[in-house]
């Protein structure tokens, strides 16, 4: 949520911010703003709406070397140009920028008004450039590290003032920053893709770190107690066109397509057939370690959240040992019970999901032990953890994600592999997942192969303002997943549950203005399912279903959508492939924006 790019180098800065912000508008926001420091001061332009209303309305004499820019998504006041960032002190000497949530906002407000500042904005960050401009420091770095001693809550931010022309400083609490190192000239970024096109050589912060940067270089120290830290930059390995549509209408199209692709990458080089199991080094646990666990513990909000119920059910039928997903966002809060022998497994694409990291600090805060499934080396919770499984996934820029759930589902079943043979699990099953896993990536190209024919089922569902998506056992994450997807892009209301819990309420809501969409693999529940399919037709429910092949739905007047059948405890992703082109086509034919949808941003990192 929001996005922060800055400059500082030989070039002029405001080309280069708006590029930078046009970079970051997946993460989601409603307003944006520059901050140039040029030979008269400050200069300031935001607006609300999108970065080209920005762009436009930038004045043409806009000149600076050293800038700040932000994209908003409003937490504190309305979507106005005033709640805009940057913000600047009653002098304009200072811009601030800032990600995140100030809890004491409200006092520090009242403290400055009391003291006859008059505050332009609604916005808990406004308080920070009166904050730094009433420092009696004698350095930028100075008057930071003292307004941040009066602050609580989540931060990144960076800061430029008019008596300091030649630097940023940024600080970062709980809201991802980090340093790109350029050629005699630097950037500071919320997200890689802001500045991938300049360098790829950065340095993540760490939550209670400052750094100061100027064109030559940087520095950073704890924002504490001001001692230097260690921090040096390290070159990321990735393609800059893979932050590109290409020849793609969208991201979010690019990145279903891509799946075949992302699925193999994450295999790769991780299946031994020969004994019949999965090699993960990252774990950092030998097999004696992963013998002892006793209990599976998983961790992620929304899709991630989804797809850890897949990987419990995973873990649980292959390895036999008991296992749960829940909220990462409402873990913490029931003060829970961490057990040592307890492995905690926690699930974020962008390694930055504020409510699971925190969940990860309280594990280990109770001494319990996190592994990571993550797709962005170096992010906060992959530093947090003990270990971890990189997705591989590649950089994935839609909002709403796709080839990232699929690798996460992919590390669960290598992660379950790898358990289950060092317990009960026969080397010839192990060696029966592996066949599986291979034939996956294939499979996944096959059901993309039938995208017109899903993109018309799409068009009809789309019209419904109201839809369910039901699933038993394996097949009910699958349908949480669906409905997660349908509603965050199409924003059409669309409920998951059980199929078993339809006669406890929901079929009081099923007419023939409310389709649903079944969920039916060819497993041992197929009859059950079927039995409640003929209960939604009895009512004159419309109904979509997504099985395999061969399936006998008897009489239903139901259309069908096929997908190639794997091994049972990997049937779970291919039936939730479909569903993203479902939801991907019924969003596109609303003329709705897939890759931006309303509200929503692709990294969490407020509460």
Known sequence: MCGIVGYVGGQQAAPLLLEGLARLEHRGYDSAGVAVLGGSGQR??????RVRDLSEALPKRFAGKV??????????????????HPHLDEASAVAVVHNGIIDNASTLRRQLTDAGVELASDTDTEVLAHLVARSDADTLEGKVRETLSYVEG????????????????????????LVGVGEKEMFVASDLAAIIRHTTAVAHLDDGEMATVTATGFTTVRHTDGAATAREAVAIDVDADQYEAGEHESYMHKE?????????????????????????????????????????????????????QMGAGLIEE?????????????????????????????????GETIDTLLAVEEVRRKGGRCVGLVNVVGSAIARACDGGIYLHAGPEVAVASTKALTNMFLGFALLALQ????????????????????RLPDQIAEILEGEADLAEAAKELAAAESLFFVGRVRGFPVAREGAQKFKEIS???????QTSELKHGPL???????????????????????????EIAARGGPLWVVTHPGVDLGDVPARRIEVPRNEVELDPILLTVPLQVLAYHAAASLGLDVDKPRNLAKSVTVE
Do not use: M
Request: proline letters at 5%.
């Open 256 to 308: 279903i397509h891509e799946q075949p692709a992302s699925a193999a990458r994450v295999l790769r080089g991780r299946l031994d057939e020969r004994f019949g199991t999965a090699h993960l080094g990252g774990l950092g646990l030998d097999n004696r370690e992963l013998r002892a666990i006793r209990r599976v513990k998983i961790l992620g909000c929304g899709s991630a959240f989804y797809v850890g």
């Open 491 to 497: 924003y059409r209301h669309a409920e998951a549950y």
């Open 508 to 534: 009081a809501l099923i007419s023939p203005q409310v389709p649903t969409v079944a969920v039916v693999p060819d497993d041992e529940l197929t009859e059950r399912n079927v039995a409640a399919l003929h």
């Open 44 to 49: 300031l332009a935001k607006r609300a709406g």
């Open 318 to 350: 292959l390895a036999r040992i008991p296992a749960d997903a829940e909220a990462a966002s409402e873990f913490r809060y029931r003060n829970p019970i961490v057990e040592p022998d307890t492995l905690y497994v926690v699930v974020s694409q962008s």
């Open 67 to 84: 800038g700040i820019g932000h994209t908003r998504w409003a937490t504190h006041g309305p979507a106005t140009d005033a709640n805009a």
């Open 154 to 177: 989540t931060y990144g931010i960076a800061v430029t003032h008019a008596d300091f022309p030649d630097r940023i400083v940024v600080a970062r609490n709980g809201s991802p920053l």
């Open 419 to 438: 358990l289950g043979r060092v317990r009960d699990l026969s080397i010839a099953d192990g060696k029966r997942l592996i066949a599986g896993l291979e």
